[in-house]
Nanobody, 124 residues
Framework: VQLQASGGGLVQAGGSLRLSCATS????????MGWFRQAPGKEREFVSA????????YGTDSLKGRFTISRDNAKNTVYLQMNNLKPEDTAVYYC??????????????????WGQGTLVTVSS
């Protein structure tokens, strides 16, 4: 099982990026998928998750207003559209799979599979 995150890069504040997480080795169409991030010197924190049916949650109200999680089960891919990026969004972003039950989707221990991370750097 592999999760391949991509789409990170360097962007100016106010810009946008779309992260992708492609899964292989098994299907996760019936599982929760999530995104976490880890800034230098900080713990990994929850960003967003989406249930198999498309219900989404976000870590903070600020994230909810700027980020959008989505999934394409036919492509075994989950996305994170990030708009109006801020310097404090700078982090390595990780996708994760199998966050069941959905009630625990904000917790790292709920996920069995993790991608390698993709770096997002937002300059001021």
């Amino acid at each position: 099982v592999q999760l391949q995150a991509s789409g990170g890069g360097l962007v100016q504040a106010g810009g946008s990026l779309r992260l992708s997480c492609a899964t292989s080795g098994r299907a996760f169409s019936r599982n929760t998928m999530g995104w976490f991030r880890q800034a230098p010197g900080k713990e990994r924190e929850f960003v967003s998750a989406i249930s198999w049916s498309g219900v989404s949650i976000y870590g903070t109200d600020s994230l909810k207003g700027r980020f959008t999680i989505s999934r394409d089960n036919a492509k075994n891919t989950v996305y994170l559209q990030m708009n109006n990026l801020k310097p404090e969004d700078t982090a390595v972003y990780y996708c994760a799979a199998d966050g069941t039950p959905f009630a625990m989707a904000t917790r790292r221990e709920a996920y069995d599979y993790w991608g390698q991370g993709t770096l997002v750097t937002v300059s001021s």
